[in-house]
């Protein structure tokens, strides 16, 4: 049973902002958002998390709605480095049990 | 900093025989995470250890598959024998477990995998 619902693919001009949506309205009051990235052919790399609040850091921007049941991984500004497939996970503080669906195909453009 | 070192990057072997994947993850780190990767399934996380304790084993495909942690640095996962449907990417990650509120894994570059 799939815990969070993602766009299969998306597509953003280079030098724009990408925002990616990720739907988790089961969400429980325990569980965090965290978002992954997989350039081709590489492993699965780290992006950022969050539990209820607005979150960033160098890579990402996180925004989490009020009541939690949707989030949106925004992409300052992209570049043809970031074409990857990016997943949003949803999972019990220190859980080990991290569930990667199908993710979203992100595909940065001239 | 070193990240998560998995080895062999390629291995490709026929049915039937032995494969050892080799994972050393980022130091510091006391949580071991084996992954199998396929087009079919996606990712799939297969074992974990906390402490060099195998913790929850349950998505081991069957008994062909064996994983260790022998100490804190090392870990093997082993398929022995192995067969064509085990061709895949495996993919180690490791994480700390400090007594915060939650753990970030991170993940190795992967071994792929072809068994003909």
């Known amino acids: 049973d799939a815990k969070t619902t993602q766009p299969p693919s998306m597509d953003c001009a280079e030098g724009r902002a990408a925002n990616l949506p990720c739907n988790h309205s089961?969400?429980?009051?325990?569980?965090?958002v965290y978002w992954y990235r997989q350039i081709h052919s590489q492993g699965p790399q780290y992006i950022i998390h969050?539990?209820?609040n607005n979150e960033t850091n160098e890579m990402a921007s996180l925004i989490i709605t009020e009541d939690r049941k949707s989030s949106t991984l925004i992409l300052p500004h992209a570049t043809l480095r970031d074409t990857a497939v990016y997943y949003c996970?949803?999972?019990?503080?220190?859980?080990?049990?991290?569930?990667f669906g199908a993710g979203t195909r992100l595909t940065v453009k001239p | 900093d070193a990240g998560v070192i998995q080895s062999p990057r390629h291995e490709v072997t026929e049915m039937g025989q032995e494969v050892t994947l080799r994972c050393k993850p980022i130091?510091?780190?006391?949580?071991l995470f084996w992954y199998r990767q396929t087009m079919m399934r996606g990712l799939e996380l297969l074992i974990y250890?906390?402490?060099?304790?195998?913790?929850?084993d349950s998505g081991m495909p069957e008994d062909r598959f064996s994983a260790k942690m022998p100490n804190a640095s090392f870990s093997t996962l082993k398929i022995q024998p192995s067969e064509p449907r085990d061709s895949a990417v495996y993919f180690c990650?490791?994480?700390?477990?400090?007594?915060?509120?939650?753990?970030?894994?991170?993940f190795g570059p992967g071994t792929r995998l072809t068994v003909l």
């Open positions: 130091s510091g780190h006391n949580s």
């Open positions: 089961t969400i429980s009051g325990n569980e965090y």
């Open positions: 990650a490791s994480s700390l477990v400090a007594g915060g509120d939650t753990d970030t894994q991170y």
């Open positions: 250890f906390n402490n060099n304790v195998p913790i929850d």
């Open positions: 969050g539990l209820k």
């Open positions: 996970i949803v999972r019990v503080a220190l859980n080990n049990d991290m569930r």
